[in-house]
């Protein structure tokens, strides 16, 4: 199994710098908590599930490497490293998860070695946690996929976005090997071209059958009676269902209602922000404006023309058929079943 991000022998984090992709593999080791940042920032590391994971090694690795010689001192290098890291993106909240889930490890523990050691354990196991949780999505998401469909996915939520298996892609994988899925259709994913890039490269990678198509090309293949059903991943899911993910998710699920095509959302519970009652409180990044007025390094717009930018938009839960997690299978109406979800998980951990 594929898994874009590890950490290494030297309490080091690596990871494979996805804007080289698909030209170049090129892999990047290091414990500097600023380069790990820039790395989330310029989507070097990407993809909700694996920006928690990097950061959860980010903050390990300040740990490990810290000289500090007394607790307080080492703690505030700690809380240094992570408001670093999570004031890198704002929408995805497996990032802020992640994080608190590190800082919280620390509140009790009275001494330095004892620090390092129990930050590194946690980093590992949620990373761990990240790749079973993927695997239950995609047994989950498969039972809803029906023998010969094909999928349509936007954007990439697959090994790449995550620790390893992928979400959506987990879907894709599950479906795929229980013999159901025809192919997979991918949208380039404008701007910056996440699905031709990415979700292209790890299904040839994987021999599963892929085509790319202009974003614009969804209705259009939808109308004619080409796709069976809808895929994605999440950023954030609030209590109500409203979804944010990559631009383009909404007119996606907007076509699939008009043609009578299911549309599912596949994230980990990680994702889902009860703390947010619905998509109007879930804060929209907005990104350069030459991931739009350039291609390659070379700029493709008018001179003078305003640029928007938006990373994501929100899928209203109306267009959600199922959120598929990897404690079960939320349906409407979504405050009840994702609140039940996270209850039923917790009593099974006792």
């Not at 809803?144 to 954007?155: D, E, F, N, V």
């Not at 259009?220 to 609030?238: F, K, N, T, Y």
Request: net charge negative; with cysteine.
């Amino acid at each position: 199994m594929f898994e874009p991000i590890e950490w290494t022998a030297k309490n080091r984090v690596r990871f494979l710098d996805q804007t080289r992709l698909p030209k170049e593999e090129v892999w990047v080791e290091t414990a500097e908590v600023e380069v790990l940042a820039e790395a989330i920032r310029s989507l070097r590391v990407r993809g909700a599930p694996l920006i928690g994971i990097a950061a959860a090694y980010g903050i390990a690795a300040v740990a490990a490497h810290s000289r500090a010689p007394i607790k307080d001192a080492l703690l505030a290098e700690i809380w240094d490293a992570a408001g670093k890291l999570r004031e890198t993106r704002p929408t995805a909240v497996n990032l802020s998860w992640a994080i608190d889930r590190m800082l919280d490890k620390v509140g009790t523990v009275t001494d330095v070695l004892t620090i390092k050691a129990a930050l590194e354990e946690e980093a590992i196991a949620i990373h761990r946690e990240d790749v079973a949780a993927c695997e239950r999505i995609g047994a989950y998401g498969a039972e809803l996929i029906r023998a010969g469909t094909t999928i349509q996915t936007h954007c990439n939520a697959g090994a790449l976005a995550t620790g390893g298996y992928g979400t959506a892609l987990g879907v894709v994988r599950s479906a795929w090997n229980a013999g159901n899925l025809e192919g997979v259709i991918a949208t380039e994913t404008r701007p910056l071209l996440q699905g031709a890039r990415l979700t292209a490269w790890e299904l040839a990678r994987d021999g599963i059958p892929v085509s790319l198509i202009p974003d614009s090309a969804a209705g259009h293949l939808m109308s004619r009676g080409e796709v069976g059903a809808v895929v994605v991943g999440a950023d954030r899911i609030a209590a109500n269902g409203d979804t944010a993910n990559k631009i383009g998710t909404y007119q996606q699920a907007v076509l699939a209602r008009e043609n009578g095509i299911p549309f599912y959302v596949a994230a980990p519970l990680s994702t889902i922000d009860l703390e947010t009652t619905s998509g109007e409180g879930i804060p929209i990044e907005q990104r350069d404006s030459d991931e739009v007025k350039a291609f390659g390094g070379v700029t493709v717009a008018a001179d003078g023309a305003a640029v928007l930018n938006p990373a994501f938009d929100v899928t209203p839960a109306r267009f959600i058929s199922a959120i598929v997690t990897d404690a079960g299978v939320a349906r409407a109406p979504y405050q009840t079943s994702l609140a039940t979800l996270f209850r039923e998980k917790a009593v099974a951990r006792g």
